[in-house]
């Protein structure tokens, strides 16, 4: 274990975040006490469970604690995600005699009687510029723009000598959280932290194992917090826009539907003329009936809603189609072909060099299959070959022309 302690005040706020933890009944990891210790500009590259949640409460509670009328910011890609970082900062100051300490409260900022603040932001430029800050946390940088990073965030320190602290899994190198990671001239300026899924205890090696097994190639990323190839698959992922925070109502599911072993495809998304904004996801195995259905009215989506369903109706995805029109919906029914599927890949590709599709970050498993995208003896499919996520994708991009549904009775 390392101590990057270099001064009292440093000292008395890792002292604190230690305390909070043992006050909460949590017991860190030695990577985690280590980057509490940290003092100054710090950039985590990290896998998936490793606990940066409960340290980021920590560093932006201590520090606002001990630091009297400071501001920290959070910011992640969503408000959501935001929200979530900053309801454990809520649950620790509301551990007594910590709860002593609060002035007032809301849903997004905490304001302390030493006349300090935590404010929890979306990554929206709206939203942030205008701050002066003490120390800002950015949750899953590498998968924020980074001007953002580099036009907002940045100035919002520059005048209070104040600290950045990145933390992300591992997404794209053209990227100024990937530039700082490893660039060799800021060690002075930067803690650098790689913190693989198997440094946490509490996740087995059997665990991991099955994780490796079912992600292929994308397993380093995820989990051995290691980059991978940008351009691995057909797609320039450089050039798909994540969204922040897509506040806007579902008016298109597009559904690819497996066999009774394999797995289904559901993309939940808003489309306006060419624009189209990719909102969540679900990947279940299996093409049950009422698995659809479910899916479809855990959404708040009914048969009298003005709703787009496009479904894969080639094989077995005929059976979903007549099963939906059963229920009341209206789905339109695709049926591929090579040269259907070649013509829909290439305007997708269109779609994406034309920043035409936006996609919601917490898509993390379309963006996978889109970053493991081959076309191999004319067919599109990804390097472990789970798909159905991507061709849920690519009936966005497929000529709308249907055949009539069979309806059964």
């Not at 900053?86 to 409260?105: A, C, G, R, T, V």
């Not at 990947?283 to 496009?310: F, R």
Request: hydrophobic share 40%; with cysteine.
């Amino acid at each position: 274990m390392l101590v990057y302690i270099k001064n009292d005040v440093c000292n008395r706020c890792f002292k604190l975040a230690l305390k909070i933890s043992r006050l909460y009944g949590i017991t860190l990891f030695d990577y985690q006490i280590d980057m509490l210790s940290v003092e100054g500009n710090c950039i985590v590259l990290g896998g998936r469970q490793i606990g940066k949640t409960t340290i980021t409460a920590l560093k932006a509670l201590s520090h606002a604690i001990i630091h009297a009328n400071t501001t920290t910011l959070i910011v992640s890609p969503s408000l959501r995600q935001s929200l979530h970082l900053f309801d454990y900062i809520i649950q620790f100051i509301n551990i007594d005699p910590l709860n002593m300490l609060i002035e007032s409260k809301s849903k997004t900022e905490l304001k302390l009687v030493n006349g300090s603040r935590i404010i929890s932001l979306p990554s929206s430029p709206n939203t942030i510029r205008g701050y002066t800050a003490h120390l800002v946390i950015v949750d899953e940088a590498n998968f924020i723009d980074e001007e953002l990073i580099t036009s907002v965030l940045f100035p919002t320190i520059s005048t209070t000598r104040g600290y950045l602290w990145l933390i992300s899994t591992p997404y794209k190198k053209d990227h100024i959280f990937y530039q700082i990671y490893t660039s060799t001239s800021n060690s002075n300026d930067w803690h650098k932290f790689r913190i693989p899924s198997s440094m946490n205890p509490l996740i087995s090696k059997e665990f991991l194992a099955m994780q490796e097994q079912s992600l292929g190639i994308y397993y380093k990323q995820e989990y051995e917090a290691e980059y991978i190839d940008d351009h691995t698959g057909i797609f320039n992922i450089s050039k798909v826009i994540l969204d922040t925070d897509l506040q806007l109502d579902i008016n298109t599911i597009y559904i690819d539907v497996g066999g009774y072993s394999d797995y289904m495809g559901i993309l939940y998304c808003n489309k306006k003329g060419n624009l189209l904004y990719v909102l969540d996801e679900y990947q279940g195995q299996g093409q049950y009936l009422d698995q659809v259905n479910n899916q479809i009215v855990s959404k708040g989506i009914n048969p009298d809603q003005s709703i787009s369903i496009v479904v894969d109706s080639t094989g077995v995805g005929r059976g979903i189609e007549e099963y939906l029109i059963q229920l009341g919906y209206k789905p339109k029914g695709i049926i591929w072909n090579r040269d259907k599927q070649r013509d829909a890949m290439i305007k997708a590709m269109y779609a994406i060099q034309n920043k035409q599709l936006f996609i919601s970050s917490k898509c993390f498993m379309l963006i996978r299959q889109m970053k493991e995208a081959v076309f191999k003896t004319g067919k599109l499919t990804t390097l472990s070959g789970i798909d159905d996520l991507l061709y849920a994708l690519m009936l966005a991009y497929a000529d709308n022309t249907k055949r009539q549904a069979r309806i059964l009775y």
